[in-house]
C-alpha cells in the first residue's frame, strides 16, 4: 500500500502529468455532457412531435372527406429512440434523421429529405466519449509513460532504482498501474455518471467500460514496448507520436478510401432525383399505363381500379409507389454499399484496434450503420402497412368515415421485425 501511495504522490507532485489528468477528465466530462444534451434533444423532439399527433389528426379529420385525402394529409411519426447508452457513443445519431413524419406518397424522397445536419460541420467528428477514448486518452498515456524508464535514466536514477529489492514489482509496476489507473479514472468516473444519469442497464455499462479499458489496455502496451527500447524520451514521444498519428488518423483514412474505391455506392441524390422524375413524369403518362403497372403489382384490387374521367387519388398513389418501384433496385444497390462498406470497416477494425474498439462502443449504443440500416428497414415496413392500409379503402370504394384515420397503423419503434404495430 505504501508504494501505490507513494506512487500518488509523486504523481500529484508531477504539474503536467496532472494537469493532463485534469484536462483528460474535463473533455469525458464535456463529451458525456454533450451526448447527454444531444439524447435530451432526441428524447425531447420525439415527445413533442408524439404529443401533437392527436392534434393534427384531428384537424386533418374536420376537412378530410374521402380515404384518399387521408392518406395524403395522414403524416405518421416515426421515430428511432436513442439508447440508453447513445450519450457515449452518438455514432451516426448527429448526422441521420432520427424522426421522420412520413405519409403514403413515394417513401425514397422521404426518407432522405428530412436530413438537415450540414455535413461540413459533420466533418469535424462527433465529440463523445468515444471520440475522447480513442484520440485524447492515447496521447495523455504516451506524456505519462513515454519517459517512465528513459526520465529515471535521464536524470542519473535508474540504476539506482533498479537496484532496489523487488524494483520491477514494488516500484516499475506500482507506478504503472497508478498512472493507467489515473487515465482509467478520468474516463470511466464522467461516464459512471452518465450512465447512471441515463439509466443505461448495469450489463451494459460495464461492456461500455470494458471497452474504454481495452482501449486504455492496447496503448499501455505499446507504449511500454516502446519505452523499454532504451531510447531517450524525446524519441520515445516521437515514435509513440507517430503510432498514434498512423493508427488514429492515417492507416484509417486510407482504409476508408481504399473500402470507398473497392465497394461502389450508388449516388444517394441521384436515386433520389430518379424517384422525383418518374413521379412528377406519371401526370404525362397514359393513366392505363400506371395502372396496368401497378395492377400487376397488387392484382387483388383488380375489381375496383376503374377510373373516373377525373383525377382519382387510386391513380395518383398507385404511380407514387410506382416511383418506389422505379428505383427500387438502385435504393437496394445504394443499402448493400453502405451495408458492405460497413463491414469491410469492422474487418478492418481486426488490424486497427483503435477503429474496431470504436465500432464495437457505437455497436454497443446501437448508433452504428447497422442500426441506422435497420431503422430505414422498420419505416419501410411499416410505410408498406400504411399505404396497404389505404389502398383498401381506395379500391373498395367503401364509405369514408374518420374513423379510418384514426385506426391507421401505428409506427412501433420496439418492434425489431420491421412489421409495426396496430
Known amino acids: 500500500m505504501s508504494s501505490v501511495i507513494r506512487e500518488i504522490w509523486l504523481l500529484g507532485r508531477n504539474r503536467a502529468a496532472l494537469a493532463a489528468l485534469v484536462l483528460l477528465a474535463v473533455f ?20 413533442r412531435m408524439l404529443a401533437g399527433q392527436p392534434a393534427e389528426e384531428q384537424a386533418v379529420a374536420s376537412f378530410v372527406k374521402d380515404a384518399g385525402y387521408g392518406a395524403y394529409y395522414g403524416f405518421q411519426p416515426v421515430w428511432d429512440p436513442p439508447s440508453d447508452l447513445a450519450f457515449a457513443a452518438l455514432g451516426n445519431r448527429d448526422i441521420a434523421p ?13 426518407l432522405y429529405e428530412n436530413e438537415s445536419a450540414n455535413p461540413e460541420l459533420s466533418l469535424a467528428g462527433r465529440f463523445d466519449l468515444v471520440f475522447i477514448t480513442i484520440y485524447i486518452a492515447p496521447l495523455v498515456l504516451i506524456a505519462l509513460l513515454h519517459d517512465l524508464w528513459s526520465g529515471e535514466r535521464e536524470a542519473g536514477r535508474l540504476f539506482m532504482l533498479s537496484a532496489l529489492p523487488r524494483a520491477r514489482r514494488r516500484l516499475w ?7 493507467i489507473a489515473g487515465v482509467l479514472a478520468a474516463l470511466l468516473i464522467p461516464f459512471a455518471v452518465g450512465a447512471v444519469l441515463a439509466g443505461t442497464a448495469l450489463p451494459r455499462a460495464l461492456a461500455f467500460g470494458g471497452l474504454i ?3 486504455c489496455l492496447f496503448w499501455s502496451v505499446v507504449i511500454l514496448l516502446v519505452a523499454r527500447r532504451g531510447a531517450s524520451s524525446v524519441v520515445n ?24 474505391a473497392a465497394v461502389p455506392v450508388p449516388d444517394g441524390a441521384a436515386l433520389a432525383r430518379e424517384n422525383r422524375e418518374f413521379v412528377h413524369g406519371a401526370w404525362d403518362r397514359p393513366r392505363e399505363q400506371t395502372m396496368d403497372a401497378f395492377l400487376a403489382l397488387y392484382p387483388q384490387h383488380a375489381a375496383g381500379s376503374a377510373l373516373p374521367p377525373t383525377f382519382h387519388y387510386k391513380w395518383y398513389f398507385a404511380f407514387q409507389h410506382l416511383g418506389d418501384v422505379h428505383v427500387a433496385k438502385q435504393s437496394q444497390a445504394y443499402r448493400d454499399g453502405i451495408a458492405g462498406r460497413a463491414a469491410y470497416a ?11 474498439i470504436a465500432q464495437a462502443m457505437t455497436a454497443l449504443a446501437g448508433t452504428d450503420v447497422t442500426a441506422q440500416l435497420a431503422f430505414q428497414q422498420r419505416i419501410r415496413a411499416y410505410h408498406t402497412r400504411l399505404r396497404e392500409y389505404y389502398y383498401d379503402y381506395l379500391f373498395s370504394e367503401r364509405p369514408f368515415d374518420v374513423q379510418i384515420l ?7 419503434p420496439a418492434d425489431g421485425s420491421g412489421t409495426g404495430a396496430d
Open 28 to 47: 469525458a466530462a464535456a463529451g458525456v455532457a454533450i451526448g447527454l444534451a444531444n439524447v435530451a434533444r432526441d428524447q425531447a423532439m420525439i415527445e
Open 98 to 110: 432520427a424522426i421522420l413524419r412520413v405519409r403514403s406518397l413515394s417513401l425514397e424522397a422521404q
Open 173 to 179: 509496476s506500482v507506478r504503472i498501474a497508478v498512472r
Open 213 to 215: 479499458m481495452l482501449a
Open 237 to 260: 514521444a516521437a515514435t509513440l507520436a507517430s503510432i498514434w498519428f498512423a493508427l488514429t488518423l492515417v492507416v484509417p483514412a486510407a482504409a476508408n478510401l481504399v473500402i470507398n
Open 346 to 356: 469492422r474487418a478492418a477494425g481486426w488490424v486497427l484496434p483503435p477503429a474496431g
Open 406 to 412: 384514426a385506426d391507421v397503423p401505428r409506427f412501433d
